[in-house]
């Protein structure tokens, strides 16, 4: 899947520490794959959000496929996982293609 | 679809993704039309992508109240607006039913998971286990089979439930093996994902089975937290009951899917019976408009 959001860019593992662990602002990272429904499905959301925090947190897409070491490291066993980074740690995750306001209220854990 | 057809002012609300529980689906296999079988996520796709043409309207937005009595229905969503309705469909569906025992909760995500489309791959070459054995069970058994070393179906019955050509598959696949008469007690593991289940069998034998995913498919719970529940009639697991043209007990109040207390949860029902309640809902709204 083509990722046209501007303000959602894609991580892999080679630059994961740059972009995530060494960021100033919080990290939303979307762990994802192509052949996950409702991965997909929650794409929608995850553009809205990243519009909406755009300046205040960094989202981010991960997809699982291409870089199988970061999500190894971080446990990571289902998808869609979301990871809330905050000063290179991560501070909390959902499990699951959750609604739009649970997903607010995890991002507001960074602030 | 029949409601944008029909040119009513419709509007579709929907908390997550347009799809519900098909998204879960690997392989849907019996809808009319697709006769090479489809992915649950395309079918959905070509769904929405249907209702789109006719030019439905869509909210993403969660609802967290209903007043569903009176001519005008009222629709409270999670950021306090109301709107009001003259007619409405309950079509919220449900959810994978969970087991209730410990250790699930904490492992979820880990290792315990409800959509093996989504999470199989996490498992190649390792011994997994699915709880279960209704078609939705053995399905996806047999997709967790592509990527696992060896899958065991763990039933609280000595025989399957599911469909008879699922039976012969997975009786056919040499990684397919069961446990009978026996169900889940605890799911044992740490921050690094599940180790072992603790089996209690029928017959008062406990075991213990080390794998390290869990699949947990034993049906589904409506999703009615936010139905006016005092106000509609509904059967002992919380499903809406409804007559054979989808009405509720309440005037143009109609239930169409999973929400609806029945005994087959297919998709082709659900398809039909949406057809179904929203020309429940026009016929109504016809008559509303001659009074």
Redesign the interface.
Known sequence: MEDKSKHVNTVNDSDFESMVEKNELPCLVDFW?P????????G??IDELAEEFAGKVQIVKMNV?ESPATPGKF???????LILFKNGEAID?I???????QLKELISKAS | MYAARGRLDTLLIEKGATGGQVLLTDWVDNYPGFHDGITGFELMDKMTAHVDRFGLEKKFAAVTAMDLQGEQKVITLESGEELTAQSVIISTGAKPRKLDVPGEEELQGRGVSYCATCDAPFYRDQEIAVVGGGNTAVQEALHLTKFASKVTVIHRRDSLRATAILQEKAFAEEKINFIWDAQVSEIVGNDEGVESLNIQHNDGSTSNLPVTGIFVLIGVVPNNEMLPMEQLETDEGGFVFTDHEMCTKLPGVYAAGDIRSKNSRQIINAAGEGATAELSAEHYLSNLAVD
């Open positions: 794959a052949w996950c429904g409702p991965c997909k499905a929650i929608p959301v496929d446990g990571i066993k289902a998808i869609p996982t995750r499990t699951g293609a959750v609604g739009k306001a």
